[in-house]
Each structure stands twice: as structure tokens, then as C-alpha cells.
């Protein structure tokens, strides 16, 4: 029982171990792996921040003047 609890933990590092030996392979095989610019990450954040924005400022005019809109 002693030897089978410590393979399963050994195995599980010779696993890790071949994965990112594998990985570090195929990152100097093909250098570009088509990572994400910066200036894509800024424009979709301001993207979401803009949408977000619009979104509460949508949710507040209509939370302010619901009780005049009803009325029409």
C-alpha cells in the first residue's frame, strides 16, 4: 500500500515534467505561437469599459425618470 500511495504522486510529476519538456519543444520549434499584442488587449478593455459605461448610464437615466416615462 506504502509503494502504490508514492507512485501515484511520482507519476503525476513524470507527467508534468514530459508535458512542459514537450511545451518548452514546441516553443523553440515555432517561436510565434500567435500571442496577443498589447494594443489588443487596450483596445478590447476599452471596449468593455465603454460598454459597461453606456450600460449604467442606460440603467440610471431610465431608474431616474421611469415614474415620468409611465405617464406617457
Known sequence: M???LLSRPCHAAVRLTA???ERLEEMTRRPDRGDISLSTVIIW????????????????????????????
Open 2 to 4: 506504502k509503494h502504490t
Open 19 to 21: 508535458r512542459l519538456r
Open 45 to 72: 478593455v476599452a471596449v468593455v469599459t465603454g460598454a459597461v459605461v453606456i450600460a449604467g448610464t442606460i440603467a440610471v437615466v431610465t431608474g431616474k425618470y421611469n415614474g415620468q416615462l409611465s405617464g406617457l
